[in-house]
């Protein structure tokens, strides 16, 4: 379901007849051939309508298109909407603590080609990741927590700023503070090793083992001001049992939080993802 | 995902531009509320489109609707299509021997209002579901085998040919002739105790013990006259390990076995599944 | 893995040097041929140590087989154990309300001879399953929850207390008091329809879906006084997405519910789960 | 359950009383401290009987160990066994061709000390790696297929011989001989992209693709000389749909089996897999 190589179109607007019709015609009359599409409405009648177009677009400048497009058919439907162009990858940064995983994971699937982005900068609170960064050819910088948070979410909005479209948290283990996601201003993927809403916060596996839960997850969220809260992108779930100890269970749960981050980055640069009211519509 | 109030159209034909635009034009002005639209096309330019539209009509006779239809879109983009009322619950038979789970767990669910349909017969090689059938208020018919297939598969001929939209083979362990398929002219959905490929025929279980797999599972698939080689409908699996039997492999199948049949003839009731060169396109 | 005609030895004490060796050397002196043989210690060193034994006695006394047990090891070792014999299958009672599907699993599941043991009781809220119960020749007792839950706590007692050895609570939507629990004195099953600890309490289905997750799942445990906080029997999931109706979760999670309470009891039944510090050991 | 600084003992001999009583009792006669125990039975009665013991041995020489394990144990129950002792960390080379996830797996776990092993040496038939490999300290030798299979055989059992106690199949693409394994003389583990014995062979996923299953795996088994059909260690599966082409089959397919893999590796570094009759016992 690869649509690299397409233009995407996300809409979202208050749901009434004639909105698929009025989109298709118009991409059809702009020559467009259109690869993929989902919609979805909230309610059968009434609710907010969400839809994703991929096509191909031959020849004609995306200026003209988007004018078109806002005076055709985004304009007379209210619509909020977004286009993105595919020879525009994406500029990701990292931000990770202790433990490399989910780190080293992202890095061997940009370097593979599998996201449609570059991962351009890598910030850590611990300088030991520095080598395994540079055999990437990522820069890396090292931003000790020691001077306050305050003083470290500076430093990392100054590296930044202006300068990614997406940032995740492969594993940071430090909250932020709303002033700085607003500083940077573009989506924060987290990755949370547990099932949320099942235990948010701090020692989660270390909290499942003393329940005794027979399943340990992982959730891949946007960052919102309140931990762990955000909206839920992907989860995965493996099985577990009395005989595994927290650390086993952490080691079990290593390899679902990767692959849970891995498939909600990957969907987030294919503009798969849209939020609505804490929730996300994954087409 | 229910849409059963709705009316659903099926549609495939060569892809081309113009053919969302054109459909969904169409029933913007027949006036129609588009409740879910999933479209699929086999290349990214040059194969075989696929479309499902649930719709809700308001007024309008279905005669008129379809003529237009008919001139307007399907005609001129070379279609083949399929409408379906939500007026026109399905009549559905189901064939079983000596394993009822699935037989039973079909009687339930169709009680409960899970499918949009109607259980209308049971007939068996064996005589002995006969009282748990006839408290779901079913006609049960028991067509010995003893005088040999061709008898059995006349009877049951009479019984289902122009009677039923649907029939499912319920651990149904007789193989069924071509000509007796064509002569009841309806899909057959079979379930079988293996993740096809792996183990078509008989005795999957027993063969899955001798190999020593780590995973069991079932498949639901169309019945066509090469025994298990039909298209797939679903298919789910379970963890198994070295100390089950092959008797307790087939007690953790009968659980995957009934749910996997339950998806795949509910999604064949809402129209969801369309056979496209013996794979099946599940919308 | 079923030992159905075996005996079942359940031993807890603390750990320590000699355990494994004293218990296998008693039941070899007494001619048992051990079918399965489970062990777990908590802790490396100094813990508490669990055991599960299935063996088959080969005539002798089980009076006097306990009496040298507890004698020869029992006693030295400080244990806690229990002993089941093969020919005493236990007496089930089933609680339910409007929801059918537990119920009707369980007692098909015990019609094919799947537990050990046989369904002697099913008392309901509700007025509705009573034909359903009757199919498989169990008593079925409607008792109103009008006159409040005092009073039909003691009714309920009436007819459970020294009647059965477990009950089930197989989508019984009414709060338990300790002072009922108590009264019973038998160990209580209870499905919740939600993977524990989220959601816990009413209306997980909604909460899920208002929460956007991405898996629901349904938790068999042990009823303590504390809602849905006793030890965690078992647990299973299923994928959702955005499109899936709170309704729409209920019926996914209505084939999770079943399978979930199924295992639950059954291992209970062949003497698997030994309780420990709120969370299981299942051998 | 890792019991990495633990003795293991691995047996198995023909079935009948007494082995779990004698095995107990020397090792509690020995001051051995059991940490894990675990047995299976092939029957109830007259089978063959498997049992690894994991236990710290304090003080003592492992040939006294040895000498008096095999008058008293061993030989008077006709066993076949095997000690590995914690200060004996296994070498393992790994083969892989052109894709590298499993490769790059395996080095980041072995270095994050995962498996209780070293990896000694990568051997290729491409020249890729060099440089990842390089980065973990690992010898990595280039052994071009062009001269022909038995040409890179002698200069890869050249290097294996004598030298490592497993070799790992990380994506090795060419098939080996039967004498070439003979000569190496260890066991190799194969990860095969496939559930088998679905789609044994060349290209299982555009055969998966081209067969319409719903659902795809890998299989970690044992190298014999017959292709595909070793004895199997673990398998795991991911859920497909129609929308995945072969490439998007093979992108969440290298999800899994890096996995699986890893599974299977961990497990037979810590002495977990006994092979009986082509099938795996997994304790």
Redesign the interface.
């Known amino acids: ?2 649509t690299r190589s397409a233009t995407h179109l996300l809409i979202s607007c208050p749901d009434r ?2 909105i ?2 009025g989109v ?2 118009f ?2 009359e702009q ?5 993929e ?5 909230t309610e ?2 009434g609710g907010t309508f969400y839809m994703r177009m991929a096509f ?1 677009l031959e020849g004609g400048s995306p200026d003209d298109f988007e004018r078109s497009f806002v005076a055709d058919v985004a304009e007379p439907f209210g619509m909020e909407w977004r286009l993105a162009y595919p020879d525009e990858p994406r500029r990701v940064a990292v931000l990770v603590s202790r433990e490399e ?1 989910c780190l ?1 994971d992202l890095l ?1 699937r940009a370097r593979r080609g ?1 996201f449609d982005a570059q991962i351009v900068h890598v910030i850590s609170n611990h300088p030991d990741h520095e ?2 960064v540079a ?1 990437f050819g990522v820069p890396y910088t090292h931003i000790p927590s020691g001077d306050g948070p305050s003083a470290a979410e500076d430093q990392m909005a100054a590296v930044l700023a202006g300068n990614v479209e997406l940032v995740v948290l492969a594993r940071y283990m430090r909250i932020l503070s709303g002033g700085f996601l607003e500083r940077v201003g573009v989506p924060f993927i987290n990755i949370h090793h547990s ?5 948010p916060g701090a020692e989660p596996y270390a909290r499942a083992a ?6 340990i ?1 992982a959730t891949a969220h946007y960052v919102t001001e309140e931990l762990d809260e955000g ?7 493996a ?1 577990v ?5 927290t ?2 269970l952490a ?1 079990i749960g290593r ?1 679902i939080e990767r ?1 849970v981050l ?1 498939r909600a980055v990957g969907w987030h640069l294919q503009d798969r993802v849209i939020v ?1 009211e ?5 087409f």
């Open positions: 379901m690869s007849p004639g698929v019709a298709s015609r991409l059809f020559g467009a051939n259109i690869v599409a989902d919609q979805y409405a059968p009648e191909r995983h080293l061997w599998d080598a395994d055999a099932f949320l809403p099942a235990f003393e329940r005794g839960v027979k399943i997850g909206p839920i992108v992907e989860q995965d779930v099985r049992s009395h005989r595994h100890s650390e086993e080691a390899d692959i891995a609505h804490n929730r996300t519509v994954v």
